[in-house]
């Protein structure tokens, strides 16, 4: 029975659990699976005779779900990585477009030879802020890595990213704030 209503399988692009973007679109596929599979049982509960689970209970499942899973305005989402989530990149680089109304964030890492760096997305959009915090919420970043900015990110340095990351490191110190949301 495919509770989500979704067709489940692999999908093409998937790497390894090393590769970053493979790892988030498996997260996202874990995430809409969720949503979907409450959804599909939720519709359905009539149609099975012999249910144990009562609309209550399910009231509450669903609450619980959709807090951790769903999409909303100003949420700070959690990846659903499994494993360490500082082992991706080494450094974290930070740029404007031209026009300095989006922001990149590209993680850096070394290819296997060590020979070259390798940079992959992470996220872009208007907010800076708002991307630095689900960076640092989602333990995307540790003390260790190097910040990079560029001519566009100016007058950001990478100074004041790092603070801004110990800052919020500090505050969230235990995630259980981060946690207690789920």
Same mark, same amino acid.
């Given at each position: 029975?495919?509770? =989500?209503?979704?067709?489940?399988?692999?999908?093409?692009?998937?790497?390894?659990?090393?590769?970053?973007?493979?790892?988030?679109?498996?997260g996202r596929r874990v995430n809409q699976f969720?949503?979907?599979?409450?959804?599909?049982?939720?519709?359905?509960?009539?149609?099975?005779?012999?249910?144990?689970?009562?609309?209550?209970?399910?009231?509450?499942?669903?609450?619980?779900?959709?807090?951790?899973?769903?999409?909303?305005?100003?949420?700070?989402?959690?990846?659903?990585?499994?494993?360490?989530?500082?082992?991706?990149?080494?450094?974290?680089?930070? =740029?404007?477009?031209?026009?300095?109304?989006?922001?990149?964030?590209?993680?850096?890492?070394?290819?296997?030879?060590?020979?070259?760096?390798?940079?992959?997305?992470?996220? =872009?959009?208007?907010?800076?802020?708002?991307?630095?915090?689900?960076?640092?919420?989602?333990?995307?970043?540790?003390?260790?890595?190097?910040?990079?900015?560029?001519?566009?990110?100016?007058?950001?340095?990478?100074?004041?990213?790092?603070?801004?990351?110990?800052?919020?490191?500090?505050?969230?110190?235990?995630?259980?704030?981060?946690?207690?949301?789920?």
């Amino acid at each position: 029975m495919n509770l =989500s209503g979704e067709e489940t399988g692999s999908f093409e692009n998937f790497k390894d659990l090393s590769d970053f973007g493979s790892v988030v679109e498996l997260g996202r596929r874990v995430n809409q699976f969720m949503v979907n599979t409450y959804m599909k049982v939720r519709g359905e509960q009539d149609k099975f005779p012999g249910v144990s689970i009562t609309p209550e209970d399910l009231t509450r499942l669903g609450r619980i779900i959709f807090s951790a899973f769903a999409k909303r305005t100003n949420k700070i989402l959690r990846l659903s990585l499994p494993g360490p989530r500082t082992h991706f990149f080494n450094s974290i680089n930070i =740029s404007r477009t031209e026009d300095g109304k989006i922001w990149n964030i590209h993680g850096e890492y070394p290819d296997e030879s060590g020979a070259r760096n390798i940079l992959t997305r992470i996220e =872009s959009g208007p907010d800076l802020n708002f991307m630095l915090v689900w960076l640092a919420l989602n333990g995307l970043y540790n003390q260790d890595m190097q910040i990079k900015t560029d001519i566009s990110s100016g007058p950001l340095r990478e100074r004041e990213i790092k603070k801004l990351f110990s800052e919020l490191i500090a505050l969230f110190s235990s995630q259980e704030d981060f946690q207690r949301a789920h």
